[in-house]
Nanobody
Framework: QVQLVESGGGLVQAGGSLGVSCAAS????????????MGWYRQAPGKERELVAT???????TYGDSVKGRFTISRDNAKNTVYLQMSSLKPEDTAVYYC?????????WGQGTQVTVSS
């Protein structure tokens, strides 16, 4: 089993910056051997969950169109942690941000962390 613990998030004014992180723990075999990608998705009230950013085990990064150029995903393999640095935040970035770990067998999700951007 794998557990994902998110930290960071909170309230920030439009135009500001914020970072969130997600640490994976549990089955090292799954985390190290079976890993395909880690990343972030978000869900705003009344909307579907959408891709924010992912990074594959090989280091390839993918960003959602709405965050390209403003958000940066990175990973610390030694700490099994993925980071999301968000800048030039907009009120429409307000959502619950969920960490995701995808393996060759299944996906794991964190509990979510709230990011609120005030105008």
């Amino acid at each position: 089993q794998v557990q994902l613990v998110e930290s960071g998030g909170g309230l920030v004014q439009a135009g500001g910056s914020l970072g969130v992180s997600c640490a994976a723990s549990g089955s090292l075999f799954v985390i190290k051997i079976g890993l395909r990608a880690m990343g972030w998705y978000r869900q705003a009230p009344g909307k579907e969950r959408e891709l924010v950013a992912t990074i594959t085990s090989g280091g390839t990064k993918t960003y959602g169109d709405s965050v390209k150029g403003r958000f940066t995903i990175s990973r610390d393999n030694a700490k099994n942690t993925v980071y999301l640095q968000m800048s030039s935040l907009k009120p429409e970035d307000t959502a619950v941000y969920y960490c995701n770990l995808a393996t060759t067998v299944r996906e794991y999700w964190g509990q979510g962390t709230q990011v609120t951007v005030s105008s």
